[in-house]
């Protein structure tokens, strides 16, 4: 273990529910399949498309994710790269494994192939910088133009044109940008432009994976049960997953830099932050400034047991770890009764609190066996933690959406999206995002009552 940074100051905690408030990537798509008047007891986050969608953004972002750190990795030379770049090519293979499915083995394996030669002339291009070579990093990025020409013209007819070539090669270069530019920012030294396109990155590949499941339903509409993966139910799933395991990832990458004493650790933890920091001030502006504050204390709290693992296992402190591990099951008893309570019953507290032990178990585990070294078994449980938090926001998404069926029916404009896969994020909340919004502020209004009712017990 390197130098010891003051966590305290610098780690603000990433809420389960921020991605009830933040806009994410938004096209318009095809509802060729939808019941229009479908009955409030139909509308529902899991259905053979959104399970398709979720699979996809699950694969796509954590593609996202682990280029980037395998990138900063390799740079560094660090001890752990081949381990990273193990968990990118196990990414792969899942991937392969969703597009074989639906295509047969032998557009899986043409997939596989492509998507293999992208990731290489990424490891090229971080050689040829770590050599200083312009003229190897030039050649790099022309072999990724290449390959976006001819993996967007593989989409477009698998697809049957249902996606657009000359579309997806924008939403390809927009790919590379992100993970090229995080590189050479994370390499100059310029960490919070590094991370901020970390995020960036990994919100793009919610775009992807939103109109590719929307064109491959459209083409196999009995095989998805005539279900559509665009409507504002799975919306909400995908939303929820999004920010959820984007948690789990940038929490594991923020212990083990705040482990290292990484220069980059402020940066880290500061792309947590954002997170709260956006989702506060919405509750704020919905409900009010004590309920913001409350909120983010409340968060701030959780994130603090998880700093103190990190300190105590620094300072060989091991009666500090039990205590931090202590306050964390305190944490979980709690927070599973707040979710018990303001969905009324639709997530039940003890199971709930099991999946939680499981998320404590995963993110101290990873960090655990980084430090011991093992970084194989490091990078598995961090791939099981991010994994984890599909359950997570399906199981919650599921639960809103039973209690709210009428914010959630899905009567979607039969389009389909026309630009490349991906973008950047609307300025301002949708509809149903601005209804949601009030659902939020009632549901953390009671989560303040039940903590008020323990303090004054």
Known sequence: MKKQINWKKSLIALPMSA????????????????????????????????????????????????????????????????????????????????????????????FESMWSEHIGYFVDYVKATAEEDEAGREEALNNLDNYREDFSMFLETATDERLEASALAEGLQMHVNQLVGAFDNYEEGDFDEAYQKLRTSIDHMYGVGKGLSTAITDQFPDKFENTNPATPAADLRADLNHLLSEHAALAVLAMQKGGDGAEDFENAAAALSNNTEDLSAAITSVYGEEAGQQFEEMWSEHIGYFVDYVEATGSGDEEAKEQALTALDGYRADFSEFLDTATEGGLEAEATAEGLQMHVNQLTGSFDSYVEGDFDAAYDQLREAYAHMYGVGEGLSGAIVAQNPEM???????EMPKTGLGGTADDGMNAWMIAFASMAAVLFATAIGVRKSKNNA
């Open 19 to 110: 991605a009830l408030m933040l806009p994410t990537a938004t096209v318009t798509f095809a509802d060729d399949h939808g019941d229009h008047n479908e009955k409030m007891s139909d509308v529902t986050v899991s259905t053979p498309a959104a399970d398709l969608r979720a699979t996809l953004d699950q694969s796509l972002s954590e593609h996202a994710y682990l280029a980037v750190v395998t990138m900063q990795k390799g740079i560094e030379g660090a001890e752990d790269f081949d381990a990273a770049a193990a968990a990118l090519e196990g990414n792969t293979q899942d991937l392969t494994a969703a597009i074989a499915s639906v295509y047969g083995d032998e557009a899986g394996q043409q």
């Open 408 to 414: 959630f029916a899905s009567n979607m404009p039969s």
